[in-house]
């Protein structure tokens, strides 16, 4: 069980599902969070689907630095749950890119 920390460890936690993680940690509330990273259980369940994630679950990702103030996980992820998909956007924060 492997669970990084951070802005570039969030996604170890969020799709662990996803890749046949047997757990992962969650807060009860933003405020409650225990390590850097950390999503809460609200997150997990409603934003990025953790109990309907699969193998077969497609990912996209919006790159950037910074990017954590994009909205797009929340749009994204909020109508593939109304479209019962169990497709995921995650953020996805590099240091250093070029084009």
């Keep these: 069980i492997a669970l990084a920390m951070g802005e570039k460890g969030q996604i170890t936690r969020l799709l662990a599902a996803k890749y046949g993680g047997h757990l992962t940690f969650a807060a009860l509330s933003d405020a409650r969070a225990s390590a850097p990273g950390q999503p809460t259980i609200k997150q997990l369940q409603q934003l ?3 109990a309907q994630q699969r193998p077969d679950t497609k ?3 919006i790159i950037g630095n910074p ?3 994009s909205k797009s996980p929340l749009i ?3 109508a593939f749950r109304h479209l019962g998909e169990c497709d995921v ?3 996805c924060y ?3 890119y070029s084009i």
């Design 48 to 50: 990025y689907g953790f």
């Design 59 to 61: 990912l996209y990702g």
């Design 67 to 69: 990017v954590h103030h």
């Design 76 to 78: 994204h992820n909020s």
């Design 89 to 91: 956007v995650l953020i």
């Design 94 to 96: 590099i240091s250093t």
